[in-house]
């Protein structure tokens, strides 16, 4: 059975950092890519970073230089490490999971309808 477990969210302060961990069962991070979402109140969800085993990212340009994604085989877990956090920052973040013998072209990478599995989310808040 697929499963993502996200967790590490919590309110931080504007300029803090979180670390986000997401952990995959059922399947193996080899075969698959790994993306972050995320959902602010009223607006619809955006993709944030995308991860394979290759060790290629792709960012959204809003998160660029702030946010790094990164992986351990091991442990079959995705981080988000975020650094330099804005209150637009603020929303439910969810990870997500494609086997990539189902993707094609360049398009996929942050579209969240390109995605077969889903975690239920975690919220961070960024606030004074």
């Known amino acids: 059975q697929v499963q993502l477990v996200e967790s590490g969210g919590g309110l931080v302060q504007p300029g803090g950092s979180l670390r986000l961990s997401c952990a995959a069962s059922?399947?193996?991070?080899?075969?698959?890519?790994i993306a972050w979402f995320r959902q602010a109140p009223g607006k619809e969800r955006e993709g944030v970073s995308c991860?394979?085993?290759?060790?290629?990212?792709k960012y959204a340009h809003f998160v660029k230089g702030r946010f790094t994604i990164f992986g351990d085989n091991a442990k079959n877990t995705v981080y988000l490490q975020m650094s330099s956090l804005k209150p637009e920052d603020t929303g439910i973040y969810s990870c997500?999971?494609?086997?990539?013998?189902?993707?094609?072209?360049?398009?996929?990478?942050?579209?969240?309808?390109?995605?077969?599995?889903w975690g239920q989310g975690t919220q961070i808040t960024v606030s004074s």
């Open positions: 997500a999971a494609i086997n990539l013998l189902l993707t094609s072209g360049d398009t996929w990478y942050l579209d969240p309808d390109s995605y077969t599995y």
């Open positions: 059922g399947f193996t991070l080899n075969n698959y890519a």
């Open positions: 991860f394979d085993h290759s060790g290629s990212s």
